[in-house]
């Protein structure tokens, strides 16, 4: 079991940047992938970016080159760097995790542990 519980949500202007933090507790001994996704109302949940535990990253392709994935394991803390933010970035932020080494941001449903969310909204 994993819990997770992100943060640092909230308003940005077009061009601007936030940082997202999500802190992981339970089974965080074990191999397993997190990721942040994010959802606005009516569409399915997509993938933002994954990492494993030994670090390596991979991006959905709507994100790459603006946002950055981070963890730090001994605080257990992930993080999303996100900048350049434009409106289409609105939406609610979720933290994921799951089981195993090769992670990448697909179908949500592959995902086990899921935070609460945390909104972000960009506006000109």
């Known amino acids: 079991q994993v819990q997770l519980v992100e943060s640092g949500g909230g308003s940005a202007q077009t061009g601007g940047s936030l940082t997202l933090s999500c802190v992981a507790s339970g089974d965080t001994s074990a191999s397993y992938c997190l990721a942040w996704f994010r959802q606005t109302p009516g569409k399915e949940r997509e993938g933002v970016a994954a990492?494993?535990?030994?670090?390596?990253?991979n991006y959905a392709n709507s994100t790459s080159g603006r946002f950055t994935i981070s963890q730090d394991n001994a605080k257990n803390t992930l993080y999303l760097q996100m900048n350049s933010l434009q409106s289409e970035d609105t939406g609610m932020y979720y933290c994921?995790?799951?089981?195993?080494?090769?992670?990448?941001?697909?179908?949500?449903?592959?995902?086990?542990?899921w935070g609460r969310g945390t909104q972000v909204t960009v506006s000109s």
């Open positions: 994921a995790a799951r089981y195993g080494s090769s992670c990448y941001p697909r179908s949500f449903r592959e995902w086990t542990y």
């Open positions: 990492i494993s535990r030994k670090g390596t990253a």
